[in-house]
């Protein structure tokens, strides 16, 4: 390529969670953007990937993507690499970015990364064609709490299929919902909404900085988890639908879920 855009997932930890074709083809760009703000990338700050990598990264705000054409212009006459934390294109910003591409004669090169969707369903031991819906928890602000949340993985549990829980990211504001909050809000939701989706004894998963060396799993029960050290962000949640055997053994070895969700898979 003389010209360009080269999308390349860095993973989701570190400067060496990038494949080596994403390394290498870094290294032949002409000019290097970043946008960390749908997502970030754990335990690796700018100056660490410039290091990896060799050339200068240009920090891009997701607005910018979205509505301004410096990108698109830079590619018309350079080799741009363009790079986000986990894979390059389960953002729409970047499926945007990429169109317009497309529709300019650009030629584009996508190079995945490890992403949220496949490490922890992994970690976990969860088989991943059993999640439904992917919802995302934002923040409580002014009383202001979506109940389509909460619908969606009611829908998933009714139809016996897992929920992957997305934590809001404020990256501008450093604010990065935790596990308790993401908990806390889900209790209030059934406290408001009461249709029976969180109980005492609805198991919730955990994934604390999935793919880093930090990586935490647990699973219990909601106020069980709310005493616990959970980590820090960036996590993760699951509520598991109906569990294969496997499963259910998975959870209470590698997360710490009570045995008794084992005892009654075998009733």
């Given at each position: 390529m003389r010209s360009g855009i080269v999308f390349v997932g860095l993973g989701l930890s570190g400067t060496d969670g990038m494949t080596v074709k994403g390394l290498n083809a870094l290294k032949e760009c002409d000019k290097i953007y970043a946008e960390f703000y749908t997502s970030t990338l754990i335990g690796a700050a700018i100056g660490d990937i410039e290091s990896a990598i060799g050339k200068k990264i240009n920090m891009?705000?997701?607005?910018?993507?979205?509505?301004?054409?410096?990108?698109?212009?830079d590619a018309k006459t350079m080799v741009v690499g363009f790079v986000t934390a986990g894979d390059t294109m389960l953002a729409t910003t970047h499926v945007d970015?990429?169109?317009q591409a497309e529709e300019e004669g650009i030629p584009v090169k996508v190079i995945h990364g490890v992403s949220i969707f496949g490490a922890c369903p992994s970690s976990l031991g969860l088989q991943p064609y059993k999640f439904g819906r992917t919802v995302t928890l934002p923040f409580l602000e002014s009383g202001y709490q979506p109940k389509s949340p909460y619908d969606n993985i009611k829908q998933n549990k009714d139809r016996g299929l897992h929920t992957m829980i997305l934590l809001d990211i404020r990256a501008d504001e450093l604010r990065y919902m935790t596990a308790?909050?993401?908990?806390?809000?889900?209790?209030?939701?059934e406290k408001k909404w009461n249709e029976g989706l969180i109980t005492d004894r609805t198991v919730i998963c955990v994934v604390s900085n999935a793919g880093s060396e930090n990586e935490k799993l647990f699973a219990g029960y909601p106020q069980d988890l709310l005493k616990k050290d959970l980590g820090a962000p960036l996590q993760t949640l699951v509520i598991p639908g109906n569990l294969h055997f496997m499963e259910s053994y998975a959870l209470v070895d590698f997360a710490g879920a009570p045995k008794e969700i084992i005892e009654n898979e075998d009733e």
């Open positions: 891009v705000h997701r607005t910018q993507v979205e509505e301004e054409e410096f990108i698109i212009s970015l990429r169109i308790h909050q993401a908990i806390e809000w889900l209790i209030e939701g």
